[in-house]
């Protein structure tokens, strides 16, 4: 039989034990048994809209007279499918310029089924090689082939494209649009004219840590870069800066009605709660009324690259998220530790999420996070 003891003792002798923390949170501060109140360094609450208690309490009044249960109790292909689902699908649809959109029950389902439901052994899947660990899952559920290129690197995805010309009856280009540990972006127009240079390519990006954040209308880096239209699976979540819980994919209407068909997580799993759904919609809805915070998260993560830079300490973050490389996997635990009684709730992300030897600090901003305290942080670091 395995020794899973043993296996827990390798892993906390290598600085890789991972323990669930108790925290208690309150908007952008939070607290262990152990600590006094730090501020909250490591969310995905992007905008601060999660712990905006006047919108919570709109909310709950507009939805009184609404039946919204707290679950659906059934998938969307049995009992489950509420108005609300085909509400907040068309809504969306609406906004991403008349396309088609289908929700899923978190990011992880999301990249976990479109791939394997749209592939076949006639299929290559081209991805990036630091994409989400819910992607490269997908990936291998999908049993076609698929490569990885180098992080960013568009020469070396041509390159893949070129070699592989006509082996395969359909390609799809797979990354995401801020990935997660690196906080840099990628070039989507890049992207979007490899695509168009070369036949049977389709184009999956996940925006998970952008929609919400950036664009006008807070549509995400394909807004920004406006090539909404050209991505085939624009994936992304409400779990982050939309301060809800599930995910979603725009894509086209017969994209949608084939993974309506074929997608397993999605026609197994019971669906999400109506009223989280209906949550989802009244922030979807007022995205594009959220121009100041998505400016404010911009001007303090920048200012702390900025900060960063002028002592010398390089990142490749383009982003809100901004990780400070330590290296050994002790050491970075240990500076954790030490922001953590400073006040400043960090995380270390060491392997296997990160490569070898690039074990860091992950700062995660939020758009309720104020100039004078990135001065402290700069300070305690």
Same mark, same amino acid.
């Given at each position: 039989m395995y020794n899973y003891n043993e296996a827990l003792s390798v892993l *906390?002798?290598?600085?890789?034990?991972?323990?669930? +923390?108790?925290?208690?949170?309150?908007?952008?501060?939070?607290?262990?048994?152990?600590?006094?109140?730090?501020?909250?360094?490591?969310?995905?609450?992007?905008?601060?809209?999660?712990?905006?208690?006047?919108?919570?309490?709109?909310?709950?009044?507009?939805?009184?007279?609404?039946?919204? +249960?707290?679950?659906?109790?059934?998938?969307?292909?049995?009992?489950?499918?509420?108005?609300?689902?085909?509400?907040?699908?068309?809504?969306?649809? *609406?906004?991403?310029?008349?396309?088609s959109a289908l929700l899923f029950n978190s990011g992880y389902h999301a990249n976990l089924g479109i791939l394997p439901a749209v592939s076949t052994k006639q299929t290559l899947i081209l991805a990036d090689k630091l994409v989400h660990a819910s992607i490269i899952d997908g990936m291998k559920l999908a049993g076609c082939a698929f490569v990885r290129y180098r992080h960013n690197d568009m020469e070396h995805l041509e390159q893949l494209l070129k070699k592989e010309t006509n082996r395969y009856e359909q390609y799809i280009i797979v990354t995401e649009s801020i990935f997660s540990m690196d906080g840099d972006v990628v070039d989507l127009n890049t992207l979007v004219q490899l695509k168009a240079r070369y036949q049977n390519v389709m184009l999956y990006v996940d925006e998970a840590h952008a929609i919400g954040a950036y664009g006008k209308s807070g549509l995400g880096i394909a807004e920004v870069e406006y090539c909404i239209e050209q991505i085939d699976f624009l994936v992304g979540t409400f779990g982050k800066a939309l301060a809800s819980v599930g995910a979603y994919v725009i894509c086209s209407e017969t994209i949608k009605q084939y993974l309506i068909n074929t997608m397993r997580p999605l026609i197994f799993s019971t669906a999400l709660p109506p009223i989280n759904v209906a949550w989802s919609y009244y922030l979807f809805e007022k995205?594009?009324?959220?121009?100041?915070?998505?400016?404010?998260?911009?001007?303090?993560?920048?200012?702390?690259?900025?900060?960063?830079? *002028?002592?010398?300490?390089?990142?490749?973050?383009?982003s809100h998220i901004i990780p400070y490389i330590v290296g050994d996997n002790e050491a970075c635990m240990q500076q954790a530790l030490q922001l953590q009684k400073r006040g400043f709730y960090v995380l270390p992300v060491r392997p296997p999420t990160v490569p070898v030897g690039t074990a860091r600090l992950r700062f995660s901003f939020t758009a309720s996070i104020q100039e004078n305290e990135i001065n402290q942080l700069i300070a305690a670091l």
């Open positions: *906390e002798q290598q600085g890789n034990l991972r323990q669930l +923390p108790t925290i208690e949170q309150q908007q952008k501060y939070l607290s262990t048994p152990n600590q006094q109140q730090m501020l909250n360094l490591s969310s995905n609450d992007y905008l601060g809209l999660a712990s905006d208690a006047a919108m919570q309490a709109d909310f709950i009044n507009a939805i009184q007279s609404k039946a919204l +249960p707290f679950s659906s109790s059934s998938s969307r292909l049995l009992t489950g499918n509420y108005p609300i689902y085909a509400a907040l699908e068309s809504l969306m649809g *609406e906004r991403f310029g008349g396309r995205l594009p009324q959220f121009t100041a915070q998505r400016t404010q998260l911009a001007a303090v993560s920048g200012y702390f690259r900025t900060q960063l830079a *002028e002592r010398g300490v390089l990142t490749p973050s383009q």
